[in-house]
């Protein structure tokens, strides 16, 4: 279809497609550099009103977050490295994405399951998105933890997947329930009940 360059967003993507409930996974919608600064999402000016049109004109509007991984670089980290998943030596186990670190956490702990809920009031509450992307949390395989801290079987054990169940059920209630769907990467069994799509 010929676009007119006047056209506003909305009316350029009806016209495309009429008939057809769209929506869009969006990264980059925070200040911060991608793969970068986890878990703390700060959003660019406009982002709020921007989602309030997509909802407007019935588009699902899906910003990206980070279910798994804290910036080591934050000065937050020295609070949160507590509830990082800790090798035998008890260092935290590490992720990195090009030059930077990233702590993993444990979702067995309860200061990272709620902060996996403020992610989403954040994104769904305080910035009118509706819809949120959990990045990782589904396609990112288990690592072992020996932190005596949070109180789960140290090393292996069913705890990876029972604290993300613990987590995503508080999530979904609160936000899948209110119509608002719950994403993640890659199918992961383990929580199927418990996200909307992956």
Same mark, same amino acid.
């Given at each position: ?23 869009f996974?969006?990264?980059?919608w ?13 959003p660019?000016?406009?982002?709020k ?13 899906? %910003?990206?977050?980070? =279910?798994?991984? +804290?910036?080591? #670089?934050? !000065? ?9 998943c ?26 990272w ?23 990782q ?15 789960? %079987?140290?090393g292996? =054990?069913?705890? +990876?997947?029972? #604290?993300? !169940? ?5 999530i ?11 994403t993640?990467?890659?199918?992961a ?10």
């Amino acid at each position: 279809a010929e676009i007119d360059a006047g056209a506003t967003f909305n009316s350029m993507i009806r016209s495309a497609w009429p008939d057809v409930k769209l929506g869009f996974r969006w990264y980059c919608w925070n200040v911060q550099p991608f793969d970068t600064d986890y878990p703390e999402f700060f959003p660019q000016p406009g982002v709020k009103e921007f989602c309030e049109e997509a909802r407007q004109g019935g588009y699902l509007v899906m %910003p990206y977050v980070n =279910g798994r991984l +804290w910036d080591q #670089g934050l !000065r937050s980290f020295r609070y949160a490295k507590r509830d990082c998943c800790a090798d035998e030596e008890g260092k935290p186990v590490i992720d990195k994405y090009g030059p930077r670190s990233f702590g993993v956490m444990c979702p067995y702990a309860e200061d990272w399951q709620l902060t996996l809920v403020d992610m989403g009031a954040d994104v769904i509450e305080g910035n009118r998105a509706n819809a949120i992307y959990y990045d990782q949390i589904s396609c990112s395989r288990p690592k072992l933890s020996f932190n005596p801290s949070h109180g789960h %079987p140290l090393g292996g =054990g069913a705890w +990876w997947a029972e #604290g993300y !169940r613990k987590a995503l059920t508080e999530i979904h209630e609160r936000f899948s329930a209110a119509g608002v769907p719950v994403t993640s990467e890659g199918a992961a069994e383990s929580w199927i009940d418990l996200v909307d799509g992956h």
